[in-house]
């Protein structure tokens, strides 16, 4: 199982810095949720992770191994996925087409549908057919085809009914039980602690809160203290 590690890592957009100073692991077989109020620089971090926003400064190591100044191709090449916010599946493509762009290997597709009977159904189907739900889970299983050794997950909620993305949970928490480390940025916050053996609040571009997710789930004016910024 790998690990990811971020040091002192900061982010900017132009002038100011939106990220400052984090300093956080992902840890293979567990989700890490990672949560604060919107703006508060979540995206931004995740996307220095992925390679899509270059660091201002800091250091990402995979299993030791520096990735920060490799592209975004060569960190998903080792391993390192990001599931970006707002859902982008190609509709015009089939659920099998959509997955084929990633798997690593024929079986990939088969182990990724494997959650999601009801896509199995709909392989041969253009993908633009499907439910927001479901195209919400061609996403998820096209990710997981990658086989990814740590998994970024930016608000997968959006847009989605609390009863579709309900069903979306348990299988981020199969995926990570299958070995693979997910950092997991959600609005819906008690679900994503749920699921989650750590938590990270960021607010204001700086960690607030770092420990267990029971910890923050059973204190909420520890949550609230949080998301004003400790
Ligand atoms: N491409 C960009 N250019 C300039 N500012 C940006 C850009 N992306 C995000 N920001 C700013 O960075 C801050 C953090 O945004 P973001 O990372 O999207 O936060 P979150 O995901 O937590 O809502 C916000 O103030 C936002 O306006
Ligand atoms: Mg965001």
New binding site residues.
Partial sequence: MSTLELQDVSVSHGAGAVISGVTLSVTGGEVLALVGPNGAG??SLIESISGVTPLATGRILLDGEPVERLSRVARARRGIVHIE?GRAVFPSLTVRENLSLTARTPTAIEAALTPFPELEKRIDSPTGLLSGGEQQMVVLARAFAAEPRILLI??MSLGLAPVVFMRLMPVVSAIADSGVGVLLVEQFTQLALGIAREAVVVAGGRVSFQGTAEDLQADPDLLHRAYLGG
């Fill in positions: 979540k995206s916010q930016d608000e």
